[in-house]
C-alpha cells in the first residue's frame, strides 16, 4: 500500500552526525506545530517540551551525565561516553526535552509525543535520533540546576529527549523481525 505517513515512517532513520545549520524559524514553528497535536491520555496533555539550541546546554547535559554514567558498575555504562568529543545529542543544532509530572500515563504520552517529532521532522526532510541517556544527567547533584536552565514546570521530571537537525550521514534500514509479531485471530 502506497502512502505518504506509511513512507514517512519506512524512511525514518536515527541520525548520529549532524550539519550545524541551525533549524529555520519556519521549521521549528511546524515542529511546535506537530509536537502539541501529540495525543495524550483524556488529553492531559502532560509534558513540557524545552527546546534546546544553545550548545553550552547540550555540553552541559552531556557531563551530568557523562559524571552519573561513570559511576555505574562498569557492565551498566553506556561505552559512547568513552569518546571524548561525545555528545549526548550527536551535536544536533537543536535538541528537545521532554518532561512531565508523574502519572500512569505520562511516561507513555511522552513516548507518543517523541515519535510524533520524529516522524514530522522526517517528514520535513529532517533527521533525528530519540535519546534516553539524557536521563542520567537528572540522577546527580545537578538534576535540579538543569531543571531550572531547562525551564521545566515545578513538580516534572526528565521523560525522554529528541535530537534534531540535518542529517550528515546516510544509513540503511534496519533488518525487521517479523517474528517479534504474533497474530491472534
Not at 496533555?45 to 561513570?70: C, G, M, Y
Not at 512531565?100 to 513516548?111: E, K, L, M, R
Amino acid at each position: 500500500m502506497e502512502n505518504q505517513v506509511l513512507s514517512t515512517i519506512a524512511a525514518r532513520r536515527s541520525h548520529r552526525r549532524y550539519k550545524p545549520d541551525q533549524l529555520t524559524e519556519k521549521q521549528l514553528d511546524t515542529l511546535i506545530d506537530a509536537m502539541l497535536q501529540s495525543p495524550s491520555a483524556h488529553n492531559q496533555q502532560p509534558w513540557h517540551f524545552s527546546i534546546v539550541q544553545n550548545p553550552e546546554l547540550t555540553q552541559r547535559l552531556t557531563e551530568a551525565a557523562r559524571k552519573q554514567n561513570d559511576q555505574l558498575p562498569e557492565a551498566e555504562r553506556s561505552p559512547r561516553f568513552n569518546e571524548p568529543a561525545f555528545n549526548i545529542f550527536y551535536h544536533a543544532p537543536t535538541a528537545i526535552l521532554i518532561s512531565a509530572p508523574d502519572s500512569t500515563y505520562s511516561p507513555i504520552d511522552c513516548g507518543i509525543a517523541v515519535q510524533t517529532i520524529a516522524l514530522a521532522a522526517e517528514s520535513m526532510g529532517l533527521g533525528s535520533v530519540i535519546v534516553g541517556l539524557v536521563h542520567h544527567a537528572f540522577e546527580g547533584e545537578e538534576s535540579d540546576a538543569l531543571a531550572r536552565a531547562l525551564q521545566m514546570p515545578e513538580g516534572h521530571k526528565f521523560r525522554i529527549s529528541i535530537a534534531v537537525g540535518t542529517p550528515d550521514d546516510d544509513k540503511a534500514a534496519p533488518r525487521r523481525d517479523r517474528s517479534k509479531v504474533s497474530l491472534i485471530r
